[in-house]
């Protein structure tokens, strides 16, 4: 097959849905993107990448990131956070709260906001600064040194934050963050609004491909706790699509409100699209087409 032409048809096929949803405006540092954007990249775990689009525009990672503080958190710490945070697919929006009273403060999964709070909160105590692990991640494993934070997107959602801030300070009240609340707020802005491009995300995620080594070619992760970032991706990562997401595409997905997501192919390559539209579930209309289609085209669905 060649992948490069995979590539750039499957971006020419989505482009007529990008207008299709919305552009996050719940943070108004977001609002502004053009949705006349789409980029996508697929990195083959031997190195070589493909792109086509706006696949070197940066974008705000958004939720994506918490697929990288859960790895970091994982690769200190192997299993200690599933006592704070559980691993089932949640059934409701990213950013609800209704559980986490029945669940006494310990959330559905690390992927909704409740969960990447808890996650976040880990890794400072672990690294003393979450935000800043997560962009070293994502420099050493992109390749890619100039990878850092938007401070105006980071700001606005500071602003703007007071559903993030109730979670955190409810989890506080269970006893679940071992951080003052302001600090895990702090840096868990600062990681969702790290920028980055289709290229670079793509890169990075080549870890959960390749069984857990990263780019310098040493373990990052255990191969088993690659098996288990790609499963709750699986049935986590989309939230409240996530049945949606596996039935259309039928691999680990992670998306991010900043109109990102990326998918694994374990043993073969990772996958990042970007198209800033957003559907109901806050998973990008486009990003969804192109990687249904790039399943189809390829077979590289794990099912
Ligand atoms: N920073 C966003 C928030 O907390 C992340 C949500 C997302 O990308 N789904 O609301």
Not at 51 to 58: F, K, L, M, S
Not at 115 to 123: E, I, K, N, S
Not at 206 to 228: D, I
């Amino acid at each position: 097959m060649d992948m490069q032409s995979t590539v750039e048809e499957i971006v020419a096929t989505v482009r007529p849905l990008l207008r299709r949803g919305d552009v996050a405006s719940y943070i108004p540092g977001l609002a502004n993107v053009s949705p006349d954007k789409f980029g996508m990249c697929v990195a083959m775990s031997d190195g070589e990448v493909f792109g086509a689009g706006d696949w070197h525009t940066q974008f705000s990672i958004q939720s994506i990131s918490k697929v990288f503080s859960l790895a970091l958190v994982m690769s200190y710490d192997y299993d200690s956070i599933w006592r704070r945070v559980s691993r089932e697919p949640s059934g409701s929006a990213f950013n609800s709260m209704v559980q986490l009273e029945a669940d006494q403060g310990i959330p559905r999964n690390p992927f909704i906001n409740a969960g990447a709070l808890v996650v976040t909160d880990r890794l400072l105590t672990l690294t003393g600064d979450a935000a800043h692990s997560i962009r070293g991640l994502l420099r050493s494993e992109s390749g890619n040194p100039s990878v850092d934070v938007d401070r105006a997107v980071a700001a606005s959602e500071a602003q703007h934050g007071h559903r993030n801030a109730a979670m955190a300070h409810f989890l506080a009240s269970y006893g679940n963050l071992e951080n003052p609340v302001e600090l895990v707020m702090e840096n868990y802005f600062d990681q969702c609004a790290l920028e980055i491009s289709t290229e670079d995300l793509a890169k990075a995620s080549l870890f959960l491909a390749r069984h857990g080594v990263s780019a310098g070619g040493t373990p990052f992760l255990s191969p088993n706790q690659s098996k288990r970032i790609n499963a709750v991706m699986l049935t986590c990562g989309t939230y409240d699509a996530a049945g949606e997401f596996a039935y259309r595409v039928g691999l680990p997905g992670k998306s991010g409100v900043g109109g990102g997501i990326i998918a694994v192919v374990p043993g073969r390559c990772s996958v990042a699209v970007w198209g800033p539209s957003l559907g109901p579930n806050g998973n990008s209309v486009a990003g969804i087409a192109a990687l249904d289609e790039f399943t189809t085209r390829t077979g590289w669905s794990i099912f």
